[in-house]
């Protein structure tokens, strides 16, 4: 395999599947069944997920809310998409564990760096919720502080698209795609991949990602096997 040990960060909005608000049961079957065959081909997965389809903390600021409260608020929203996550891939016989970097011992084993590592030792899929569990930071910078702490030879950032274009695909017809990028390119060219602390913490830390469409049957699989899947941003 390509990649001994992943970070895999997704889109709140990812679990919508079609639906406009909360999680597409089946959407969230299928992302836990390309989870299952990189950990069965021996593949250490760990896992962030943004908390968009139910709640975004920048959103509500201008509606009369505490910005610092809203965040905490889409904290919460990350660890509900994380159990439901951990649900389906149990349900897929992997076996997971669930750390949050905001207590909560009921529901979640609280965020230690070693306890983490361990666990992907073992072969278990960890998902991280609760972000960084602070406010003012993204799932982006969350998902880039994990894989830096657990030392993750790459970011696989699951998104609608099959990796980065010259302009938004969805909007203009003519952009063309990128095989592969220089960080340098990005800063210079302006591109969109991640907020600005989560990308300037994988530059400073030399730490790949790979942009690429989770939506696509294999996508991962292929990826991991060496194929040329979305847009590896690299030095």
Do not use: W
Request: glycine share 10%.
């Amino acid at each position: 395999m390509k990649y001994k040990r992943i970070l895999l960060k997704l889109s709140g909005e990812a679990l919508m599947g079609d639906k406009q608000f909360g999680i597409d049961t089946e959407k969230l079957s299928a992302y836990a069944n390309e989870i299952k065959t990189a950990v069965d081909f021996g593949v250490e997965v760990a896992v962030v997920i943004g908390g968009g389809n139910i709640f975004r903390g920048v959103q509500v600021e201008g509606q009369g809310l505490d910005r610092v409260q809203g965040d905490y608020m889409g904290m919460l929203a990350t660890i509900i998409n994380g159990m439901a996550l951990q649900s389906a891939l149990e349900k897929a016989d992997v076996e997971t564990r669930l750390l949050t970097a905001i207590k909560m011992e009921q529901v979640a084993e609280p965020f230690i760096r070693r306890r983490a590592m361990r666990h992907l030792q073992k072969g278990r899929v960890v998902i991280f919720g609760g972000g960084t569990g602070n406010p003012y930071f993204t799932t982006d910078t969350a998902a880039t502080l994990r894989a830096i702490e657990i030392e993750a030879d790459v970011i696989l950032k699951g998104t609608r698209v099959d990796g980065i274009y010259t302009a938004d695909p969805e909007k203009d017809k003519s952009a063309t795609k990128y095989d592969t990028i220089t960080f340098k390119e990005v800063y210079e060219k302006e591109l969109n991949i991640m907020d600005m602390t989560a990308f300037t913490l994988c530059n400073e830390n030399k730490l790949p990602i790979v942009v690429f469409d989770i939506n696509k049957k294999q996508n991962l699989y292929k990826m991991l096997q060496g194929e040329s899947v979305g847009t590896l941003v690299n030095f």
